[in-house]
């Protein structure tokens, strides 16, 4: 059974740094692309970052790019998020979703897709 975990989400001040996994259970990194969304209070969800299966090619939204970094342990079965240099923006809701393609990898959400329950992530100044 495909089973995914978010952890590592809590409170920094702005500038702070948190790094978030996703664990993944049932499945293996080299089949799966990996995906990081968030939601905001009374936003949508968006894509952050993913990583494909294999070698993992990268993708990152305009928004967090240069300050976020998505890295994997294919196996440890799970998938990092470093994220430096918080802002106002960045605070939300952080779910990973896992999408069974072997190249590549995208933030649109697919109907296939297996999700996290999220990680909270809260910035204050």
């Known amino acids: 059974q495909v089973h995914l975990k978010e952890s590592g989400g809590g409170l920094v001040q702005v500038g702070g740094s948190l790094r978030l996994s996703c664990t993944t259970y049932?499945?293996?990194?080299?089949?799966?692309?990996i995906a990081w969304f968030r939601q905001a209070p009374g936003e949508e969800r968006e894509g952050v970052s993913c990583i494909s299966a294999g070698e993992g090619s990268r993708y990152y939204d305009e928004s967090v790019k240069g300050r976020f970094t998505i890295s994997k342990d294919n196996a440890k079965k799970t998938v990092y998020l470093q994220m430096n240099n918080l802002k106002s923006e960045d605070p939300a809701v952080y779910y990973c979703?896992?999408?069974?393609?072997?190249?590549?990898?995208?933030?649109?959400?697919?109907?296939?897709?297996?999700w996290g329950q999220g990680t909270q992530v809260t910035v204050s100044s």
């Open positions: 049932g499945l293996s990194l080299d089949d799966y692309a």
């Open positions: 979703s896992a999408e069974r393609r072997h190249l590549g990898c995208t933030v649109v959400a697919g109907v296939d897709d297996y």
